[in-house]
C-alpha cells in the first residue's frame, strides 16, 4: 500500500525566505506526481506535474524535483510571498490498469505554509 | 472554458439525517472522482466513474454512502444516514480520458458538519 508522508506539518517564514517542503512515498513505481495548493475553503489547485521520466519541473518561482529510487519530491519556493500562504499537497499517481480509467492520486498529508510580513 | 461546479458548498446536518452532494465536471471529461477531506488530512479517492461505469469503489464505505453517475455526466454523492465521523470536504474532480497525463481539475468542494 502506497503512503506519502510530508514533512513538515506546518511551517512559518519570514517573507523573502526561500523554503524547501518535503514528500516521501513508499512505492516508487509510482507514474507521476503532482504539487497542489489547497486554500482554506478552496478546492485544489495544480501547481506542477512531473512525469517520471522527468526529474524536476519548473514554474515562475516554484521548482519540483521527483527521485523516485529514494522516494521523493521536493518543492522549492524562491522569495516566499504572503501570498503563497495555504497548504501545498503532494500526490503520486499511479496508472490505473483498466480499460478506458484514469489514474490514481495517493495524497499526503500536506504542508501548512505561513509567510508573514 | 468552466471549472468543476460542485453544490452545495456548505452543509451542517444532525447524525442519521441523510445529504446529498451534486457535481458538474469539465465539459467532455469521461472521468469523475469523489474525494473525502478530513480536517488536516490529505484527500481520499472514495469513487471513480468512467462515463457512467464505476472504476474504483474499494474505499467507499458502501453501507452508508452511495454515488451516482446518470447519462456519464453529473453526479451525486449520497451518504444516509451521516455520523459524526463524515464531516469532512467533498471535492469533486474530471480528468479527460485519453489524454496522455490524464490531468485531475478539481472542483472548490462542499464542507459537510455533521453535529
Known amino acids: 500500500k502506497q503512503e506519502v508522508t510530508q514533512i513538515p506539518a506546518a511551517l512559518s517564514v519570514p517573507e523573502g525566505e526561500n523554503l524547501v517542503l518535503n514528500c516521501s512515498f513508499t512505492?516508487?513505481?509510482?507514474?507521476?506526481l503532482q504539487w497542489f495548493r489547497q486554500d482554506p475553503g478552496k478546492g485544489l489547485t495544480s501547481l506542477l506535474l512531473i512525469q517520471s521520466s522527468q526529474r524536476e519541473q519548473t514554474s515562475g518561482r516554484l521548482n519540483a524535483s521527483l527521485d523516485k529510487s529514494s522516494g521523493r519530491s521536493t518543492l522549492y519556493i524562491a522569495a516566499s510571498q504572503p501570498g503563497d500562504s495555504a497548504t501545498y499537497l503532494c500526490a503520486v499517481i499511479l496508472p490505473l490498469i483498466l480499460t478506458g480509467g484514469g489514474n490514481k492520486l495517493t495524497f499526503g498529508t500536506g504542508t501548512q505554509l505561513k509567510v508573514e510580513l | 472554458e468552466a471549472g468543476v461546479a460542485q453544490s452545495p458548498r456548505y452543509k451542517i446536518i444532525e447524525k442519521r439525517q441523510s445529504v446529498a452532494f451534486w457535481c458538474n465536471p469539465i465539459?467532455?471529461?469521461?472521468?469523475l472522482y469523489w474525494y473525502q477531506q478530513i480536517l488536516g488530512q490529505g484527500p481520499k479517492l472514495l469513487i471513480q466513474?468512467?462515463?457512467?461505469?464505476?472504476?474504483?469503489d474499494s474505499q467507499l464505505p458502501k453501507d452508508r454512502f452511495s454515488a451516482e453517475r446518470l447519462k456519464g455526466v453529473d453526479s451525486t454523492l449520497k451518504i444516509q444516514p451521516a455520523k459524526l465521523e463524515d464531516s469532512a470536504v467533498y471535492l469533486c474532480a474530471s480528468s479527460l480520458a485519453g489524454s496522455k497525463l490524464y490531468e485531475q481539475y478539481f472542483g472548490p468542494g462542499t464542507r459537510l458538519t455533521v453535529t
Open positions: 512505492d516508487s513505481a509510482i507514474y507521476n
Open positions: 466513474f468512467q462515463n457512467n461505469g464505476v472504476v474504483d
Open positions: 465539459s467532455g471529461h469521461a472521468t
